[in-house]
């Protein structure tokens, strides 16, 4: 047996070997995706509920009386806001289904329509002045969320009456139930309500908490990234300080909200709930993240660059400002939409200093009470109504939407500047 | 192959001339150190006006580290250590009163690899005289990135495409766009080390060409690890060996009639 035997013997094994460990990678692949499929379809289909919703058209009058308008009363935002809507509500109803007499099927009745019913009704009269005195009005308004959910999904649910059930029948019949696009769900804040909730406040919040972040750790980031890379000496020191800031990289997230609760809130007296703070606590997070980024960055600067620029009689300063930071700029920039992508999805640290409340007014500021995407998510979780399980899912959607744009953008950006020396 | 480093005499003089008379840089009894090592033993070596001195020696005998001295770019090594006299036009390089960024207004530098800056061709021979404030206005500008290309021997190629990438351009355009950016800044003296050690033989031939005519208005060191090129290009020579400057003389002296041992086995082959 010569060498070349003894080779092609060894060559057989090597390629199964390389065979096997091909199909493990493969392997290991699919079933990555095949978890990220269940999830995306579990997601997707729970989610898809909650981008309709039912409604049903009533006839509302127009004439002063039964809008409760007083014959002399001037038309203004004022007093359109302060008339009787579920009364008028609750009587188009009426007139509906005149044969509906007693108290409890009453009650039945108006528990078709949706409680916040009255102010969307409110808002469009507001909008709409001119229809007064005019002809009733044929309106689509939204439905209560059983029917909802009994009408798009589930017969089954006990929670609509028999009653409850005819009556929809009879609505079907004359053409006054449909579903339509859920535009709450993208116009309006957290509400008791699933029909009438949305994720307008959170996403607001979230804004408003990213802004700061963002605002707070890209200069400190990128000047203590730089000031590491280009003009620390090498000593214990700086050794120490980078050990460190990995350190802080690994810190579990929970334990900046609780800093943040002691420092923010506690010490310095900043508002409880606030972006500003909420803000804060995620620069604690995303900073080590940006820094260790922007270090990578600036340090895959050729040095020949620098030494071009020194050559030529750029002082260290000049190097930094019209190469260094421009040339790593762009990879500064990818970490940096990488931890804001990171802050976005953070929850535990934001319940520890009370983004975690129930709140109805879309924040219009860092410093008002405001709640953010992923804690929306937490808090209707936990909600008992079906439809608000839908409405978790499509968060969740909405979410990884935000995640994956940004991610996306982070690849684009290093993929379009990436430059070879 | 004697390659065997032989134990250099510590008190050795260079063999040779390494003086002479109204020189334009005058270093003496030079020592560098990278940390706790040494990388030049008590070099002494003189530059002439409008002259090109070429550099030789074998790998890690301490070329670069010299030529680096003589506009302090070894400053940017957090580890180097320089001491010795140092002048040029007499005025003590390493002296606290010498600014560096205005020395290497002084001396410039071209670097073995081509390292334009990732702009484009117009703002790489700018970007020196804009940070010195060279130009007073835009038509000042054009003309001195003009006139630094015409003399890099560039401009032909160049002129309708300022606007783009200076590293779009071949490998020996790019060497010449950075020999551009280093005159434009209008210097005294030029360093360069191993300019063509990355190009083709008819790049090198046009940089060589190019050497010899800026010897006309600004002295030249050159490191180079081609004997032809050396011989070709410069006036005079200095071998250098384990850090020392073994022996400086007149170019085609070295090469035919070198007085030093170590020196003629370096350009005889023997080792190196
Ligand atoms: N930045 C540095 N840090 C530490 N040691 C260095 C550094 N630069 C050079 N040296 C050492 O100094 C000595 C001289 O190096 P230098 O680069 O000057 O040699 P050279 O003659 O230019 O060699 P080559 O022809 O290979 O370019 C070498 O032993 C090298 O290892
Ligand atoms: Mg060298």
Redo the contacts with the bound molecule.
């Keep these: 047996m010569n060498n070349t035997d003894i080779v092609r013997q060894s060559l057989k094994r090597r390629y199964r070997k390389e065979r096997r460990f091909r199909a493990y990678g493969m392997i290991a692949v699919a079933t990555g995706f095949l978890f990220l499929g269940f999830l995306l379809t579990d997601i997707v289909t729970k989610a898809l509920p909650a981008f309709s919703l039912t409604e049903l058209r009533l006839d509302i009058p127009m004439d002063r009386e039964s809008l409760g308008l007083a014959e002399d009363a001037e038309i203004s935002e004022d007093t359109l806001r302060a008339l009787p809507y579920s009364q008028i509500i609750k009587k188009s109803l009426r007139s509906l289904f005149p044969d509906i007499r007693k108290r409890k099927q009453k009650k039945l009745l108006y528990k078709l329509i949706s409680s916040g019913a009255e102010f969307d009704l409110r808002d469009r009269l507001v909008a709409h002045p001119e229809w007064i005195d005019g002809p009733p009005q044929s309106l689509w308004l939204t439905a209560d969320d059983d029917v909802d959910t009994w009408y798009k999904l589930d017969t089954q649910v006990s929670r609509i009456k028999p009653l409850q059930a005819e009556l929809i029948q009879a609505l079907e019949t004359q053409d006054r139930i449909r579903t339509a696009f859920n535009t709450h769900f993208f116009t309006r804040s957290d509400s008791r309500e699933p029909e009438m909730a949305g994720i307008r406040g959170a996403l607001a919040g979230s804004f408003w908490t990213l802004l700061v972040t963002f605002v707070i750790t890209l200069p400190i980031g990128v000047a203590a990234a730089l000031y590491l890379e280009e003009f620390a000496p090498q000593n214990r020191l700086t050794d120490f300080i980078e050990v460190n800031i990995n350190n802080l990289a690994a810190v579990p997230s929970i334990v900046f909200g609780l800093l943040g609760l002691a420092i923010f809130i506690n010490f310095f007296g900043m508002p409880r709930s606030a972006p500003l703070v909420g803000g804060l606590v995620l620069t604690l997070m995303t900073l080590p993240t940006i820094i260790i980024s922007a270090r990578a960055a600036i340090k895959s600067i050729p040095p020949s660059i620098k030494e071009a620029a020194y050559g030529l009689g750029a002082s260290k300063m000049q190097v930094v400002f019209h190469h260094v930071l421009p040339l790593s700029m762009p990879g500064i920039l990818t970490g940096s939409i990488i931890g804001m992508a990171q802050a976005l999805g953070e929850t535990a640290p934001l319940l520890m200093i009370g983004m975690v409340a129930f709140i109805v007014e879309i924040p219009e500021g860092v410093l008002d009470s405001a709640t953010v995407l992923p804690v929306q998510i937490y808090l209707w979780s936990d909600s008992p109504e079906r439809a608000f399980s839908a409405l978790t899912a499509a968060t969740i959607l909405v979410l990884l939407g935000f995640l994956a744009t940004m991610n996306a953008l982070a690849i684009f950006l290093r993929k379009h500047f990436e430059r070879r020396w | 192959m004697n390659a065997q480093p032989q134990a250099l005499d510590p008190a050795q003089e260079t063999v040779g001339t390494p003086f002479i008379d109204d020189p334009k840089i005058s270093t003496r009894h030079v020592d560098v150190w990278?940390?706790d090592?040494q990388?030049i033993f008590d070099a002494s070596l003189d530059v002439g006006n409008n002259e090109v001195v070429a550099l030789i020696?074998p790998?890690?005998?301490?070329?670069?580290?010299w030529l680096r001295c003589l506009n302090r770019m070894n400053d940017t090594?957090d580890?180097?250590r320089v001491e010795g006299e140092l002048k040029l036009d007499g005025e003590d390089i390493y002296d606290r009163a010498m600014d560096p960024v205005l020395l290497r207004a002084r001396v410039g530098m071209v670097f073995q690899k081509p390292n334009p800056f990732p702009k484009s061709i117009y703002d790489n021979v700018a970007y020196g005289p804009r940070l010195h404030g060279l130009a007073r206005n835009r038509a000042d500008m054009d003309e001195i990135v003009e006139t630094s290309l015409r003399r890099a021997g560039l401009w032909d190629e160049v002129k309708d495409r300022l606007d783009a990438p200076g590293t779009g351009l071949s490998g020996g355009q790019q060497q010449r766009l950075c020999i551009a950016r280093t005159i434009a800044v209008g210097p005294e003296v030029i360093l360069m080390d191993?300019p063509a050690s990355a190009l083709d033989p008819i790049a090198t031939a046009i940089i060589e060409e190019l050497i010899d005519e800026l010897r006309e208005n600004y002295s030249i060191v050159i490191?180079t690890?081609s004997m032809q090129q050396a011989a070709r290009v410069s006036q005079r020579t200095a071998y250098?060996h384990m850090g020392r400057i073994i022996e400086v003389g007149d170019t085609k002296q070295i090469f035919t009639n070198p007085r030093h041992q170590l020196t003629e086995n370096y350009i005889t082959g023997k080792f190196g």
């Design positions: 990278y940390g090592k990388a020696g790998s890690g005998c301490g070329k670069s580290t090594i580890i180097c191993e490191v690890h250098f």
